[in-house]
T-cell receptor, first 112, second 114 residues
Framework: KQEVTQIPAALSVPEGENLVLNCSFTDSAIYNLQWFRQDPGKGLTSLLL???SQREQTSGRLNASLDKSSGRSTLYIAASQPGDSATYLC???????????WGAGTKLIIKP | DTGVSQDPRHKITKRGQNVTFRCDPI?????LYWYRQTLGQGPEFLTY????????KSRLLSDRFSAERPKGSFSTLEIQRTEQGDSAMYLCASSLQGGTGLGIFGPGTRLTVL
């Protein structure tokens, strides 16, 4: 059974710092991995999608990497801003079905 | 098309009552998903439709839960005889068949069962 873990559960850093959020999964037979952002009281916003054959994806100040063999992904946020404060979730899509298996998220607070 | 919409955004009900939520997906998306998210946890898959066919259901979806997508467009999720443990955010997402499963998520319906 696939399990997705995100560490840390919460992170608070000063504005301007570069930071890394971690996501690990137990079954490497994934179709893709996705990072989402969730703001309080709002739905989920897709940030980056990495196919199983890819190593990384970049969008603006965000860079996501994927190491299938070790079951790990990282989301790197450069030059953090208070507007980056949100909960970040990673999810894996398995080959065998169309379910997204989610981590519990990392709650990020960027202090001005 | 402004994205996936869900109605209502918030629902407070008493234990034992029935509730129904609606999801309107992006019009050209033929896949529709329902997820449930409790506080501090990631979303849990409930069910998904391809057009009007319900292709997969999680074991989380007890007999009190039923979902429909009668015309392959909007979907409803009904919970009968609600229990306090049903309190959660119910999220809907839609995507294109053959897509990457990324999905576009709606804002969710927050259910509180008193």
């Amino acid at each position: 059974k696939q399990e997705v873990t995100q560490i840390p559960a919460a992170l608070s850093v000063p504005e301007g710092e570069n930071l890394v959020l971690n996501c690990s999964f137990t079954d490497s037979a994934i179709y893709n991995l996705q990072w989402f952002r969730q703001d309080p009281g709002k739905g989920l916003t897709s940030l980056l999608l990495i196919q199983s054959s890819q190593r990384e994806q970049t969008s603006g100040r965000l860079n996501a990497s994927l190491d299938k063999s070790s079951g790990r992904s990282t989301l790197y946020i450069a030059a953090s801003q208070p507007g980056d404060s949100a909960t970040y979730l990673c999810a894996v899509l398995m080959d065998s079905n169309y379910q997204l298996i989610w981590g519990a998220g990392t709650k990020l607070i960027i202090k001005p | 098309d402004t994205g996936v919409s869900q109605d209502p955004r918030h629902k407070i009900t008493k234990r034992g009552q029935n509730v129904t939520f609606r999801c309107d997906p992006i019009s050209e998306h033929n896949r529709l998903y329902w997820y449930r998210q409790t506080l501090g946890q990631g979303p849990e898959f409930l069910t998904y439709f391809q057009n009007e066919a319900q292709l997969e259901k999680s074991r989380l979806l007890s007999d009190r839960f039923s979902a429909e997508r009668p015309k392959g467009s909007f979907s409803t999720l009904e919970i009968q005889r609600t229990e306090q443990g049903d309190s959660a955010m119910y999220l809907c997402a839609s995507s294109l068949q053959g897509g990457t499963g990324l999905g576009i998520f709606g804002p969710g319906t927050r259910l509180t069962v008193l």
